[in-house]
């Protein structure tokens, strides 16, 4: 099976699944509306909606090279050794697990942490963090990002949309 057909099964695949997830789970397991603030399926369906049209895209972007008989772009290929001639790709398209787990620990250990110390001290921990492994060591700019950050999220999340913020409150 080439490439090309792995890319485009993997992209039904995730096609059929952002389907399935807007049409059945996400109505069937969203609480319902309590009529006060942003509904409960609001982030989910625009996340799966996005998923949806970024799948869709891909998909097309695939099927035309392969019916065309036009090969993707050497700039566009997701994996070095598809390019015959030497264009300078290096590891795009890899992954990296090494990688991929100092950014989803911290992730895993933020979703446990809000419930025991709140959204704003779990968020900002969080974000040094992740600020700490890609390399950032100019703490006070770290400082103010995470701060302004968690700031923004928090006022989005309380006032804009009306929706109190998981854990314990700090500021209640």
Not at 20 to 35: E, N
Not at 143 to 159: G, N, T
């Amino acid at each position: 099976m080439s490439r090309v057909t792995r890319d485009a099964l993997g992209y039904l695949f995730i096609i059929g699944f952002c389907i399935l997830m807007l049409a059945w789970a996400i109505p069937t397991y969203t609480p319902a509306y309590p009529g006060y603030g942003a509904p409960p399926a609001l982030v989910p369906n625009v996340a799966v909606s996005v998923m949806l049209v970024m799948a869709v895209v891909s998909i097309v972007r695939v099927l035309l090279a392969a019916f065309l008989n036009q090969p993707i772009p050497p700039e566009e290929r997701e994996f070095p050794e598809d390019v015959d001639d030497d264009s300078g790709f290096t590891q795009v398209g890899r992954v990296n697990l090494v990688h991929l787990v100092s950014i989803m620990v911290p992730c895993a250990l933020l979703v446990v942490a809000i419930d025991y110390v709140g959204y704003a001290i779990a968020s900002f921990a969080f974000l040094m963090l992740l600020q700490f492994i890609i390399g950032s060591r100019r703490w006070l700019q770290s400082i103010i990002i995470a701060v302004v950050l968690v700031s923004v999220l928090y006022i989005i999340m309380r006032y804009g949309f009306g929706v109190p913020v998981p854990g314990p409150q700090l500021f209640e």
